[in-house]
């Protein structure tokens, strides 16, 4: 079970959001590179980054603070980015910086070609995040709810060649109430390829949880505001996890 420490770049910090909302951020940190580094240090072995600010205008707007990181810890761990990719010249550019994973989001559900030239020309290297409430999909930052079933457009991105699916529940994120393992299973049972937990993870009950359930096919989980919060302590999390799963 991989643990996945999220660092959330808006205006070049890195900084946490409650359900998605750009008007409740919190700042942990002025230099992200730092950061990330920090989680290395204690034993991460994918670091997740989102571009928040290239999430909503649709382009990347934190690359200088993303190639900073990858500087610091691209050669040592993978790396995740999410947020504002909509082309193929811009996975390129971040492949080529050094980047092992791109998640695509929104332009995965409005856009599915794009997605399966990315699959095509990247293979191996593309994620779809997954974002819904209820079981539906949700687009935009979250702002805009779909009528696509999660479950259904899971499998036809799995068709189209995508390497895992990052689920987030948008209904916890940043809340603290624990992770929506029902709803998780549910997807990574309906998938041949892994999923990702997201949204709520609160404490060790759910690193436990989620070990529990690893075998349906659940390779990992995004940890956000708990390890910055204190509330969860990484390092003991991680080796936890290992010492359940191996």
């Known amino acids: 079970m991989l643990l996945i420490p999220a660092i959330d770049l808006k205006d070049g910090h890195c900084v946490r959001l409650q359900q998605g909302d750009m008007k409740l951020a919190t700042t942990f940190s002025e230099e992200p590179s730092v950061m990330a580094r920090s989680w290395v240090d204690k034993g991460a072995r994918r670091v997740h980054l989102v571009d928040l600010n290239g999430a909503f205008a649709g382009q990347p707007k934190n690359e200088a603070a993303i190639r900073k990181i990858l500087k610091e ?69 979250w702002s805009k709810l779909t009528k696509h079933d999660v479950v259904d457009l899971g499998k036809k991105f799995e068709d189209f060649g995508v390497e895992s699916i990052i689920y987030t529940d948008i209904g916890r994120d940043g809340m603290l109430t624990g992770i929506n393992i029902e709803a998780t299973v549910r997807l990574a049972q309906a998938l041949t390829i892994p999923v990702i937990a997201s949204g709520g993870l609160s404490n060790m009950a759910d690193i436990e949880a989620l070990c529990a359930v690893e075998d349906e096919g659940i390779e990992g989980v995004i940890c956000g505001r708990a390890i910055y919060s204190g509330d969860l302590d990484f390092e003991a999390a991680q080796d936890r996890a290992d010492e359940l799963n191996g």
Request: with cysteine; glycine share 18%.
């Open 73 to 141: 810890v691209g050669s040592e761990v993978d790396v995740q980015l999410g947020g504002g990719i909509r082309d193929l010249d811009t996975i390129e550019r971040y492949l080529d910086a050094g980047l092992r994973y791109v998640i695509i989001g929104t332009a995965a559900v409005r856009n599915p070609g794009f997605l399966q030239d990315a699959c095509t020309a990247f293979g191996g290297h593309i994620i779809v995040g997954l974002d819904a409430k209820d079981g539906k999909v949700a687009t935009d930052g």
